[in-house]
Structure formats: structure tokens, C-alpha cells
């Protein structure tokens, strides 16, 4: 990478225009440093395993499954235990006649008409997740658009505009242009006279009329001219009465509400930019493709009780948890994908920092609430068409399904997606109670919500005894005394899966960690 | 509509709200006059034709057809006159063997793949253009989303960033931070003390260091925090060598550029709000849906020479474009949906002030190019999946297809959509020039362009023999003293159309117009 100081990169970058035309400045923009999408440079080349050395991968999530086929392809004897009666993982979802059992007992039966899902974990694919794009081409898994960004969804917050739901599109705009008129009136006060050069006030004056949409007296009013993007009281129309009626903007101290300003921004974040896809029906569309090219490879049921190792290779105890039969898998190598939750609670034999990483790392919770509606009323009745409508209430928000819009029949919403405290608090209740508050809270946007309610599912990740947790939280400090000796090759040992990265809980996540997991211990096993 | 004044509606609310709950907040939100999507009702309810009375619509585009579809439906009988050899008007897609004549006798022949196409008219319906949405789904026209907002296109301006572009992210990004820092610096120095009240104040500061992802020391800065949205320099990964590095940050002075703020402004417009859609196949399976329901009453071919009207009814003169044969056509009333350009060419027998609304009304140009690349690079190489990526050259954009994602083989790139004076530079231009227009413009942000492409297609409207133009084009003058003189029932005769709505360009105006005149034409010839 060439290095040069941050103010010489404009001009620079003008000098190889003028120089070299539209192609120079194209390639000098990747030689300068401009964003990576992505740190997935194709699959792994692992060619030539040692010759008659096996895995054994512990976990068929999305790491162990991308570790065992590209071990399997390098030449490795691979076998997969999973303690699950399928293969997946969090790469899970739900469809009608699912069962779901929570640690407690209680059994969810899943009611929904076929062909409608719910996905409990992952559900969306940015466009620079390039190793979950480049698996899902190579293993035929069919996408479609999900869409992210609707700004016909709700805005709900119970410190603003007197708890009234607002459509995003209004309150984004109320914001922007509120904000514009704040700074314009300050500019022109000089109060940034020491800061923004005479030209660039110029400049920055035009870019809050044109942005703020503000009017000649550089003031955000109610007119046509902010209706044309907040919606108008009376859309334009055709004929003798099309003319149309402006809307009614909002004050300022509304829309300095933090959830207006954060979904705004919210936007941007780069993990949910747009644009993002989905698996045609169903996320686990993806660890089914990726099982169908294991097939023989996956022992199901088989829950680990001791992982060791010595000089001859790595010995798994598991015990079969239908027959209760107690089995010893042996191999050259083990990648283990367990989650830590569950991991921290077996005997493994590896080294005492890497054993202290596995106890320390906290996981994070999630609920999310399936409601399957007799109709797709928020396509009807509110025009709209995927995206989310946000609250500050614990559901957090309602998702509006981004595949088969129009379609008459009953359709699945994601009634609640609670993280926090208020994932704990959902786990802490029935299937029903949670299914119940996803209602009553949902109610604030959709008066439909009752009268058209179906069935729900509700998934609590702290009470499914697979996992008893959603994902794991790094935090700076931990990072720093952790991390390493938990990615860490430790003898014929190596761990992988979204808690080895600097991702987080995206399935992304977990292919990059195992593709760069299975090649240290390639090299390794080259080199022993 | 109930009304009340402005400062006393989120207090009127929030009483709402404590007294009656959710729902009563919910029905109270339509009620105090929130954007109302559309002044589309449902389909005209027309039933009862005068006995015997009978309808000649002139020209079959959107406006024609539901006007015949609709008059047909109510008892009237209906024959419709059609210029081209084909229905549609300007709803309209080229295709692989399609032949395209310019008005100096210029001819292309599309060489685009099966399946591959351009939509060079209308190409996308937002989420609130419920009258076609309701016609699609009533008459079949499957849909699909239409990505208008995909931040990881690109902003080119020849006066900033050097001319080398930029993704929209970035610089969505960096513009919001700086504006945040220096409204947050202002605040900070009291400047608007006198504007905003102090609980405010605090909010303001908090909303510009959450929105603008500023640092403790109210900067916007190179940062992990700062990539975290405007995309990294190495995004984070799994591993050992997992962790991120930041991007570098552009300057303020850059975001200052009009083409950064006008895109990101430009998300917010009403009409290209998320979430949009396309029919699949091609914008013309709408026009082609409309045209099979009146099999047999469009004839093709037919250029009207006159239009006069007497109290027995109309009489329209035309002439077989094909076989040079004249012809009348009688009938009780008509809707004349022809472009005012050719109309104001034509002997109307309609009141002076209709007359002269005819031929006052400009009209726009536009010009689009399409471009069959070899292979999909822009989604293989850059991960841009749908979207546009908009510049200050002539081109306006760069427009990705939305449909098809993930296809191996040749797709269509919309490689310029030329607006303004520029659309009447490109009409100039022979196609093969347009194209090469669009290739060296467009290899601005694609070094891919000259090595990929493959055949090219370039429609300038005003060369159109059949329009000689795109839209119509009011101003507030004009609407003042034509509108409803344009839009009036004129004895036997009424115009419909995008010309005779508040809408404009886009394929619901056309719809909303012609269900406005019909339903008034109707009334009349009740009251006849």
C-alpha cells in the first residue's frame, strides 16, 4: 500500500485525473486505499492434506460445515459430530409442523401455512458478505432482495410526537431539514467564521437549502416543497382536482428524539446498507446446500462430553442423545465450532490462556416473535412492502416480509426482535406471554394486529438447550486478552465459528473464521 | 378534516393517547391528517352507460387503455385508435430484434440477448402509485422490488474528491459527520441559544454525536467508529488476523458537492422512495396486460388527422399509416390521450381557451442508452447490486439492473439517462455516437466498460416519430392559466393523460388522469 499524508490525497488524485483520464483515476482509487468490501479472497486452496490425516469437526453450524468441505476437498478423511437432530446451526428456520423445544420443557408446535417461515437467527445477507455470497452461488442457494431500507415504515417512540407512530420518511426529512436550518442560521450568525473558509461557507449555505430542503429565508416550513419528500396531505392526483395539499411538518424537539436520528443514521451502518438479499424461502436454504455436499459425514444427536489430544491425534467422547450410548471419535485434527456457552462446560484439553478465553467471552440474547396474519394488511392497507417499523418499546421493531409481496393469504411479520435486557425479559416468559406482548405492542402501529393474528412462534435463544445463548459480545479489553489465544492453533486443536472473529453474529462471521482456521491447521499439519 | 392549530397537535395526541391506547392513537393519526399515500380510490365506479352511447379513445398508452378498459366495464361501447403498430405508448421496452425508427429515418436494430431488455420510458412505480399497483395486480403483471437505494454505488463530480468517485456511502457518510461536528461546535458556542431551548440544546448535542457518529471531542474523525459506516480500509474478519482498520475520511470541503448532497437528499424524494417496484420482464408486460383485455378494439396504425364534434357526436379523421387509406370514426363522445406535441399539430373542434392549453404546454426530453455488457461485473467485481451510481457528466447515472442478480451471461446496463439540455445533445448525436457517449462517461466508473460491452441501444425521445418528445413539463404560470382548461369536459371531448395531472412523468398520473376524465365524461353524458 502506498502511504501518503491526508491532505495531499485530493490533490493527487486531481493530478492523476488530469494526467491519466477516467481508467488512471479508476485504479489509482484501489491504489489510494479506498474502502475493502470484504477480507474473503476466494476459498481456501488447501491442496495436498497430509497424507492419511483426518478432522474431526465438532458442530455442522455454517463454520463447521464450510471447514469440513474445504478440508474434505484438500484431501482430509473428515467426520462431523453435531449434537442437534439437523445440521445448521443458528443457519435455522422455522416452518409449519416444527418442533421447538426450550430447557425448560415447553414445547412450541409451529402453525404456519406452508411455504411461510421464520428465521430466529441470521436472515440477511449485506453485499459485502463475499464469502456467504460466493458459497451460496457455488452451492446453488437462490437469493432475492431483502429489503432493508423502507421508508414507509413506522417510527414509533414514547418520548415523541406524543407516542403517535410517524412514517420514516416524515420524520427523516423533519430531521434533515430541521438540522439544516439550525446550521444555516448559525453560519450566517458567523459563529463558524473560524472554521469553514468563505468559499466553503458559501457552499455549505447552498448545501442546506438543497438538502434541507429550506425555503429563500433558509427556513424548513410546511409547503409543497417539503411535502414532495415527507408526503404530501393530498398526493398530487390527475384531473380537475389533482392539485395537492401539503403536510403538516413537525417541530423540532420531536425529531431530536433518538429514535429518529438513530434509525436515520441507522441506515448507513455498514452491515445494513443496502443492498442486502435473503435465501428464497428460508435462511437454512444455506445449511441444508452445504449438509446435501457432507451427506454420510454428519453424525447427528452426538453431544461431546471431553476433547483431548497427545501426540497421536485428538480423541471426542460424545454420547449419543437418543440412545444414550457413549462413543469415542478419533482423528489427526479437530475444529471445534461449539459455541463457548456450551463449550466452557466440557472437559477440553488445551492450553490454560486458551481454556481461560473459552470461559471469559459473555454471549448476548435475542427473542425474536413469528406472527403469521391472515393477510398481508401492511401491504393492503399501509402500502407497506418490506423494510421494518421501529419502537421504543422492548419488541424493538416489526420486520414486513420481503418475499412474495402482493400475495394473497397468510403471511408471516416479525412481531418482535428484542436484544438486551428485554431479550432476557421475553426468555423469561411463556411462548404465549411473549406472543401476547408482541400483540399488544405491535398494536401501536397496526390496528389490524388482532383481528388479523393467525398464530405465532416465538424463539427465545437463552432457552434452546442446542445453544442457551445467541452470540457472542467482545468488548475492547477482552479482545485484548483473549482473542489470540482463542483463535489460536493449540496443539492438533483449533476453534472456529462468529465467536472467532471481529465480526460478530453474522454468518459471515463464521465462514471467514473457519476458512482462516482450517488454514493455519493445514499449515500446521503440513509442518509436523 | 378536522383542524387544529399547529403547536396544539402533539399535546392533542399525547391526551389521546393516555385516554384511549394504542388503537385510538392509531385511528387518530389519519384523522389529524398524516401524509395520505394517494388519491387513488379504487377503480371508477361507472356503472350505467348512457344506452347506446358509445366512446372513441384516441391512443392506447396507460391513459387510453384504462379509460377503455374502465368505459367498457360501465356499458359504453368503446373502439380505440392507435398511431403505432403496437399498444403501450410510451410504456414501452426494447428487446433482441426489435427495430427502432428516429424521425430522420435512422434505424436500430436491438442485438440485445433473449430476456435481456430497457425499459427506455417509465421504469419503476413507487410504493404510493396505488392506482397501477392495483391495475398490475387486478390484471396480473407479476412484480419485483426495484432497488433504487444502494449506498455502495458510486458519486462522481468533476469538483471533487480530485473527479475520482466515490461510494455513496462514503460520502453520505462524511457529509453527515461534518454537518453534525459543525452544528455541534456551533451549539457549543451559544450561537443558537436564542433558537433552541436549553432541554433541546442537550438533545440537539447528543443527536449530532449519535447521527454523525462524532468522538468525544465532538469531531467527526478517521475511526473504527466512522467505518463502521462508511466502510472500512480492512473490513473486520475472522481469525487471527481479524481486526479491522479504519477508512480515511474526506474532507468537508468535498462533501460539499452538490452531486453528494443532492443524492443524498434525493433518496428522500417521494417518487424514489424505497420500497419501488418493476414488472418482471419488462415495464411493457403492464401495457401488454391492459391491451389483451381489450382485444379487438385497438386499431393499430392510425393517424388521427382531425377531431370534430356536433350535438349527434364525434367525428375523428384519420388515415392508415400503413396502407395510406382514410377513415372516420363516429361515436358518442371521445378521450383524446394523444401527446400535446402531436395534438397541437392536429384540427381539434374544442373551445379557443382548450386550444390554446393545448399549444402552451412544453414539453421535456430525455435520452436513454442501454448497454449489453458481456458479463455482470459490476455486481462480480464491485458488489453493486442494483442501484445507480450517479455523476455530473452528461450520463446523469449509471442505473444497475434490479432483476437477475447473480446471472451468469450478458445483462443491460441503463448506461445513460440523459435529462435536460443534455437529452436534446444526445438526440443530436446518431445513436452509435450516443453510445460511445455513454461508454467513455461511464468508463469513469467502470475500467471494465470497453472490454465488456457488447451492443448498445440509445433512445432519444424527441426522435421518436410517434411522440417527438418524453413528458409534459408545467409551470406554476402555465398551471394557473391552462390547467383547467386542458383538463375540462369540452362537450363530447375530454383529454386524459400525464399531461393532465400534477403528477407528471410517471405511469400513475396517466392512470389517475384518465379515471378522473372518464368518471366526469360519464357524469356528463348521465346528464346529457
Known amino acids: 500500500m502506498i502511504e501518503f499524508e491526508q491532505p495531499s490525497r485530493r490533490e493527487l488524485l486531481t493530478a492523476i485525473g488530469k494526467a491519466g483520464g477516467a481508467v488512471a483515476l ?19 486452496k ?26 474434505q476437498k484438500a484431501g482430509y478423511k473428515v467426520q462431523i459430530l453435531e449434537f442437534q437432530d439437523r445440521p445448521g446451526g443458528r443457519n435455522y428456520t422455522v416452518r409449519g409442523g416444527d418442533v421447538i423445544k426450550e430447557t425448560d420443557g415447553t414445547v412450541q408446535k409451529v402453525q404456519f401455512a406452508p411455504g411461510n417461515y421464520l428465521n430466529p437467527g441470521p436472515w440477511r445477507i ?29 417510527i414509533h417512540s414514547d418520548k415523541a410526537y406524543g407516542g403517535v407512530p410517524q412514517r420514516i420518511a416524515e420524520v427523516g426529512v423533519d430531521y434533515k431539514g430541521h438540522v439544516a436550518e439550525l446550521l444555516a442560521k448559525a453560519v450566517n450568525k458567523g459563529a463558524l467564521d473560524d472554521t469553514v473558509t468563505a468559499e466553503d461557507k458559501a457552499r455549505l449555505l447552498e448545501a442546506m437549502r438543497g438538502w434541507g430542503l429550506l425555503d429563500k ?22 384531473g380537475v382536482n389533482g392539485a ?29 446498507q443496502q443492498t442486502m438479499f435473503q435465501p428464497v424461502g428460508g435462511v437454512d436454504m444455506i445449511g441444508k446446500a452445504f449438509a446435501r455436499k457432507l451427506a454420510g459425514l454428519i453424525r447427528l444427536n452426538a453431544r461431546v462430553t471431553k476433547i483431548a489430544q497427545d501426540d497421536a491425534g485428538v480423541t471426542v467422547d460424545y454420547v449419543d ?15 471445534c465450532t461449539i459455541p463457548l456457552p456450551l463449550l466452557s462446560q466440557i472437559e477440553v484439553q488445551v492450553s490454560a490462556p486458551k481454556q ?19 393477510r398481508r394488511f401492511w401491504e393492503q392497507d399501509e402500502a407497506i412492502f418490506g423494510g421494518h417499523s421501529f419502537t421504543t418499546q422492548p419488541i424493538g421493531e416489526v420486520g414486513y416480509p420481503s418475499t412474495g409481496f402482493f400475495k394473497p393469504g397468510p403471511a408471516v411479520l416479525l412481531g418482535a426482535y428484542a436484544g438486551g435486557a428485554n431479550a432476557y425479559t421475553f426468555a423469561a416468559m411463556t411462548p404465549a406471554q411473549r406472543i401476547e406482548t408482541a400483540l399488544k405492542q405491535g398494536s401501536v402501529f397496526h390496528k389490524q394486529y388482532r383481528q388479523e393474528f393467525s398464530n405465532g412462534v416465538a424463539v427465545a435463544w437463552t432457552k434452546l438447550p442446542w445453544i442457551t445463548s445467541c452470540a457472542s459480545t467482545w468488548s475492547e479489553d477482552l479482545r485484548r486478552e483473549h482473542y489470540q489465544n482463542l483463535v489460536s492453533v493449540d496443539g492438533r486443536i483449533v476453534l472456529a465459528g462468529e465467536h472467532c472473529s471481529y465480526i460478530g453474529a453474522w454468518m459471515e462471521a463464521s465462514l471467514l473464521s473457519a476458512i482462516d482456521a482450517i488454514t493455519r491447521l493445514h499449515q500446521r499439519a503440513l509442518a509436523a
Open 244 to 272: 395537492p395539499t401539503p403536510s403538516q411538518i413537525a417541530s423540532l424537539s420531536d425529531t431530536l428524539d433518538p429514535r429518529v436520528w438513530g434509525t436515520v443514521s441507522g441506515f448507513f451502518s455498514r452491515t445494513m
Open 126 to 154: 449485506p453485499f459485502h458478505h463475499q464469502a456467504l455470497l460466493h458459497y451460496c452461488s457455488e452451492l446453488g442457494v437462490a437469493l432475492e432482495p431483502f429489503v432493508q431500507i423502507n421508508l414507509n415504515g413506522y
Open 356 to 374: 481461560a478465553a473459552i470461559k471469559s467471552l459473555p454471549y448476548h440474547s435475542s427473542c425474536k416473535v413469528g406472527l403469521e396474519m391472515k
Open 26 to 44: 479508476y485504479q489509482a482509487m484501489t491504489a489510494l486505499g479506498h474502502a475493502a468490501p470484504t477480507q474473503f479472497a476466494g476459498p481456501p
Open 321 to 335: 442423545t437418543v440412545t444414550g450410548k457413549a462413543s469415542v471419535a478419533k482423528a489427526s485434527y479437530c475444529v
Open 46 to 71: 488447501l491442496s495436498g492434506a497430509r497424507p492419511g490425516a483426518s478432522v474431526v469437526v465438532l458442530g455442522s453450524g455454517l463454520a463447521g460445515m464450510v471447514a469440513a468441505l474445504e478440508l
Open 217 to 238: 429565508n433558509m427556513a424548513y416550513t410546511t409547503s409543497l416543497q417539503t411535502s414532495a419528500q415527507r408526503g404530501y396531505d393530498r398526493p398530487p392526483g390527475g
